[in-house]
């Protein structure tokens, strides 16, 4: 085997379509678009899930629960997760510094799995009734911001 003896496996290697290139070509005159319509117009193209007036997948498959719009989804942090914090005071920046939150803007809630050992004054913005009665149990504060 030589480069100059190198080719492309068989069948691999496809010519490209030809539109619009004379009748002879099979892909002449109206270049594989059909007579009329919108689909034959030049700049036409459809947006996504149109199924040409057949009714639509989404519009097809049923529908089921309720979503509600007003929930409010929290960062949760348990107990134990709170011994990676350095300082006795903590707020959402000390748990995003620690690794234990992604996202600064987004809600926290405290809950109660695991132990704590030393006081603490955490601020956020829900704590679990077991978590807020471990914190105060080994003498630190619970504050709701």
């Known amino acids: 085997m030589e480069l100059h003896n190198l080719r492309p496996a068989k069948g691999s290697k496809k ?14 005159k109206t270049s594989g678009r059909g007579e009329n319509g919108q689909g034959s117009r030049s700049g036409w193209s ?5 199924e040409g007036g057949q009714m639509p997948l989404y519009r097809r498959i049923p529908k089921r629960g309720f979503f509600n719009i007003f929930r409010v989804s ?7 997760d709170l011994q990676r914090c350095e300082s006795s005071e903590i707020t959402r920046e000390s748990l995003r510094a620690a690794g234990l939150i992604k996202k600064i803007k ?10 704590i050992e030393k006081a603490l004054t955490i601020r956020v913005q829900a704590f679990s009734k077991s978590a807020k009665e471990k914190i105060e149990k080994a ?3 619970a504050e709701v911001v």
Do not use: A, D
Not at 46 to 50: A, E, K, M, T, Y
Not at 74 to 80: A, D, H, I, K, R
């Open 139 to 141: 003498g630190g504060k």
């Open 74 to 80: 929290y960062q949760v942090v348990n107990l134990t």
């Open 106 to 115: 987004e809600p926290v809630k405290i809950l109660g799995n695991g132990k």
């Open 15 to 28: 010519n490209r379509r030809r539109v619009g290139r004379g009748t002879g070509s099979g892909m002449g």
């Open 46 to 50: 459809s947006r996504p899930g149109r």
